[in-house]
């Protein structure tokens, strides 16, 4: 049966910066349909304000309404399909989701708070790395010696859970499959090698750099102190106090 348009239809469609949800209105001749942007409420620290576009009206053709229609049903299907996915998933099962150009996380299928919706449902809880990461996500060490592990690795190191929508998961039926399997690949070396002697003592005189540096930021002095003569040798006795240590090596 061919879907048609009918008045109080709602469909959405993009105004300006906002997805928002519009209502059919009338009829408007031949393909034309007057159509109006449906109040969604949005709550600011507990206060209640209109939707932003609420009222403005614009005329769609049948196409359009019946295109934006068929997509929500879709996209509702989906998702229908990825809640069923989880809930079936058994605890413990191992589950690739894909941060998108064959990089995947290795995951383990565990019980957890949905912070969402604050319930308690099957969650992801990263384990590895796989495939195709560039280096600038795997941890890395600067020169003062501080450790970046960058996102998903630091995921991993706190059991952080998450819920990606199942979409982006290798083992969902309806993941657009590539030639690359996660499943078969070796996870990515997440650790560091220890810090030569040379290193180490480069990393110790560039932190008292960065803490002489944020002492010395003339955007920390307030106004009486610029403006006292005894600022300087107070800083200065400061910075003495910080390299004392090294010089005395």
Same mark, same amino acid.
Request: proline share 4%; with cysteine; aromatic share 10%.
């Given at each position: 049966?061919? %879907? ?24 408007? @001749? ?20 209109? @939707? ?17 229609? %068929? ?35 290795? $995951? ?8 969402? =919706? ?50 982006? $998961? ?10 690359? =399997? ?19 003592? %480069? ?13 010395? =930021? ?32």
């Amino acid at each position: 049966m061919t %879907a048609k348009v009918k008045a109080g239809m709602q469909f959405r469609a993009v105004i300006a910066d906002a997805n928002a949800l519009w209502k059919v209105v009338s009829h408007q @001749g031949r393909q034309s349909w007057l159509c109006e942007v449906v109040n969604e409420p949005i709550v600011i620290d507990g206060k209640t304000y209109p @939707g932003e576009y609420t009222g403005q009206q614009k005329a769609f053709l049948a196409s359009e309404i019946l295109r934006s229609v %068929a997509w929500e049903t879709t996209i509702g299907n989906l998702i229908d399909q990825g809640e069923q996915w989880y809930k079936n998933l058994p605890l413990g099962t191992t589950v690739h989701y894909h941060n998108g150009f064959d990089a995947f996380v290795r $995951c383990e299928v565990v019980t957890g708070t949905d912070q969402s =919706d604050n319930q308690i449902k099957n969650m992801l809880k990263p384990i590895a790395l796989v495939g195709n990461w560039s280096q600038y996500d795997l941890p890395s060490r600067s020169y003062d010696g501080k450790i970046h592990l960058g996102y998903h690795a630091k995921q991993i190191s706190e059991h952080t859970l998450f819920r990606p929508n199942a979409s982006n $998961c290798y083992e969902f039926s309806g993941f657009l499959k590539k030639k690359i =399997d996660p499943r078969t690949l070796t996870p990515v070396a997440l650790g560091l090698p220890s810090m030569t002697a040379e290193e180490s003592k %480069a990393a110790e005189l560039w932190q008292i750099i960065e803490n002489i540096h944020d002492l010395t =930021d003339s955007q920390n002095f307030r106004d009486e102190d610029l403006k006292s003569p005894e600022t300087p040798m107070k800083y200065l006795q400061q910075i003495a106090e910080l390299t004392k240590d090294y010089r005395r090596r």
